[in-house]
């Protein structure tokens, strides 16, 4: 008798010798059950699928979300930080993560089916399967030993609801799962306008910056920002749980200096580190697909750069003409300009005294910006249709979908205010720019409300 299970053959022997024949049976029946069992495993092993105890699967599946929103990648020293299907890439999975450059050894990829996740039909319940992962460390890392970097993750054979990395094929029991995120592709967006800022470090203090900013980007026809904060002070906390609530910000904890040494700068001579400053990079790169299904553009600046349209009313009006004028195009790069935190405006107008209390910089009063540097290029930050992109790094997109375009000057550009880049000029000699005082009759009392509302 044989038993043929895709290839294998198992032979079963009728001649075994037995004092009945009821005996013979039961011999016969036990070596078919243990010949498939084996072929089973066989089969399960060759396609890389891993058999597991679908209650302990479940178990790990369903463990609690911590606040830290880095897992390290078991037996090495990488960290993942959230997972996402790429439509563009004929669904690969992938894995936002900050890797040691010069310790890359090989790593697979741990998919697996949740039964709650999986209501449809889509896959084997509770299964896992194992695949060697591709990882893609970005070109732009500074010099620094970690650097942002994509894992992708395939396997046509299921559809996955969640991901964890290993260096050993067939690891499980000791893993920490991600939840996929973006199964769906989606042409409606919940928000037209959203702003990354990269990241709160440091004891951020600058409380009234932070609001002027916030309304201003209300008016201008933002709908949500997102933050990622590794720390602030009490002021801004009050500032941030206010918004919040409001339903404008999403904040998301950014414990990196719990994990790595992170630089505070971009050099590693001058600000030495694993990873360059405060894991900035991975920020962007991490909101952009996690708000590449909820937002119709993402704007890629710094917390104290607003770009600012400065022939339209609003970013929507601004979009809509640009879109038009370039429909390849998902990417456009905004100039920076600085506006010197140590020029005053003489006329004292936005000296409030209601918000000399507050700690930070009040913008307002800051209305001279610095003119263009013979032989140096403006940095820019970004305006992205996030669908169109797929790398970035600070100033420019690293890897994208048609041309980026650099928008004009005078059609838009960002108002920038900080500590100056050339400090020897004169008043005189810089350029007045009154674009916020525009605002003033909305800009004002919502500056107020946020304030009071936030308890400062």
Same mark, same amino acid.
């Given at each position: ?48 699928? $891993? ?45 936002? &993560? ?145 918004? &919040? ?10 414990? $990196? ?5 992170? &630089? ?37 600046? =710094? ?10 009313? &609003? ?30 405006? =003489? ?15 009040? $913008? ?19 305006? $992205? ?72």
């Amino acid at each position: 008798m044989q038993l043929l299970i895709e290839g294998v053959t198992c032979h079963l022997s009728a001649n075994a010798e037995t004092p009945s024949k009821d005996m013979k049976q039961r011999y016969l029946g036990l070596l078919a059950g243990v010949c498939t069992f084996t072929v089973s495993l066989l089969m399960w092993w060759h396609r890389g699928i $891993i058999p597991w105890d679908q209650h302990r699967l479940s178990v790990l599946l369903d463990q609690p979300k911590t606040a830290d929103t880095f897992t390290r990648i078991h037996g090495s020293k990488h960290l993942m930080v959230s997972a996402f299907k790429d439509h563009r890439r004929n669904g690969a999975i992938r894995v936002i &993560s900050i890797i040691k450059r010069q310790d890359l050894q090989e790593l697979y990829c741990v998919l697996c089916v949740h039964n709650n996740a999986s209501t449809k039909g889509d896959g084997a319940l509770n299964q896992c399967v194992s695949s060697k992962a591709q990882v893609e460390i970005h070109s732009d890392h500074y010099g620094f030993p970690y650097g942002t970097s994509d894992v992708f993750c395939t396997s046509p054979s299921i559809k996955a609801t969640h991901v964890s990395i290993s260096t050993h094929s067939n690891d499980i029991d000791s893993l920490k799962y991600l939840p996929i995120h973006n199964k769906e592709m989606k042409e409606s967006f919940k928000y037209s306008f959203t702003v990354c800022i990269s990241n709160l470090f440091g004891e951020y203090k600058n409380a009234l910056q932070f609001v002027q900013t916030m309304e201003v980007y209300k008016l201008i026809g933002i709908q949500r920002v997102v933050i990622y904060n590794s720390s602030c002070g009490p002021d801004v906390e009050k500032v941030l749980k206010h918004y &919040s609530k409001e339903g404008t910000l999403e904040v998301v904890p950014w414990p $990196i200096d719990k994990f790595l040494k992170p &630089s505070h700068g971009w050099q590693p001579a001058e600000s030495p580190g694993d990873l360059h400053y405060y894991g900035q990079l991975t920020t962007l790169n991490e909101c952009i697909y996690r708000y590449m299904y909820q937002s119709r553009y993402l704007l890629l600046n =710094d917390i104290d750069e607003i770009i600012m349209p400065y022939k339209h009313k &609003s970013l929507g009006d601004l979009m809509d003409t640009l879109q038009k004028q370039h429909p390849a195009s998902g990417v456009f790069n905004i100039e920076n300009h600085i506006f010197p935190k140590t020029q005053f405006d =003489d006329s004292g107008r936005f000296s409030r005294p209601e918000w000399k209390s507050v700690p930070g910089l009040n $913008i307002l009063e800051h209305i001279y910006r610095e003119p263009d540097r013979k032989n140096v290029v403006n940095p820019t930050k970004m305006i $992205i249709d996030p669908r169109r992109v797929e790398q970035t790094s600070v100033h420019t997109m690293l890897k994208h979908f048609g041309p980026a375009i650099k928008v004009p000057f005078d059609v838009c550009h960002i108002i920038h205010v900080r500590v100056p880049l050339q400090g020897y000029l004169h008043k005189d000699q810089l350029y007045e720019d009154k674009k916020l005082w525009e605002f003033e009759e909305k800009l004002i009392p919502n500056i107020n409300r946020a304030l009071n509302e936030s308890g400062l």
